[in-house]
């Protein structure tokens, strides 16, 4: 299989590549436009970016490919009522680095509050024919007090999830492929394509 990936986050990009073994993944090219995510929720946003990404395929694309995918993901704080959420990419847009963010993200948690957290992961699949599809997957867990461990991306450093002491920064990445909302909505969509 050969699809396309509709990411500009590198650290995506980095975990399919490792996640979707079998599948040669075309990086979403430099020329092509930034996708549009305006829906309230991960699926409207995931099947915005992959249907949006196809079409701009069929009529730029320079290699034939069997579909395009997107992935619209985030962190969910219970004591921030859900958020960031669909908004994780533009949280904190003043603070370039995710160490600052992370940073800023923890401030806003009450002494005392409950630390429960989850990470959820849509993928959109959409075939160059057919319709579009989504998998889903999500991980349980808690806010550490800081920012610990430099591996992963984005919020990794200040999630530790359910079972473990240590953040996704810490953790190895074979560890968070075992258990993550991404690894979990890859493994949905492998079955769903035939793959496994
Ligand atoms: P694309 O839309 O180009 O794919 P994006 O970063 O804007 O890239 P999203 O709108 O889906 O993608 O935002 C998801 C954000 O949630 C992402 O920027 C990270 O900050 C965070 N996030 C998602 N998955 C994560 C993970 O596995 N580890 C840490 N942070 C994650």
């Not at 859900?82 to 995710?98: N, Q, T």
């Amino acid at each position: 299989l050969k699809i396309v990936l509709a990411s500009r986050n590198t650290g995506k990009l980095r975990e399919f590549a490792e996640l979707l073994p079998g599948v040669t993944l075309v990086p979403w090219p430099a020329e092509a436009p930034e996708l549009p995510e305006t829906g309230a929720f991960f699926q409207d946003n995931a099947l915005q970016k992959a249907e949006g990404a196809r079409a701009w395929w069929q009529a730029h694309g320079t290699d034939r490919v069997d579909g395009v995918l997107a992935d619209d993901s985030g962190l969910c704080v219970d004591a921030l009522w859900g958020g960031p959420g669909v908004l994780s990419a533009r949280f904190a847009p003043d603070l370039p680095a995710y160490r600052d963010k992370n940073r800023r993200l923890l401030a806003m948690i009450p002494e005392g509050a409950d630390r429960l957290a989850r990470f959820v992961c849509v993928l959109a699949y959409a075939p160059m024919k057919g319709e579009a599809f989504t998998t889903s997957g999500a991980v349980e867990g808690s806010l550490a007090f800081d920012h610990r461990g430099e591996g992963g991306f984005g919020y990794d450093p200040i999630f530790i999830p359910d079972g473990y002491d240590q953040t996704f920064g810490e953790l190895p990445s074979s560890t968070k492929h075992t258990l993550s909302h991404r690894a979990r909505a890859c493994a949905a969509l492998r079955a769903r394509l035939g793959m496994d």
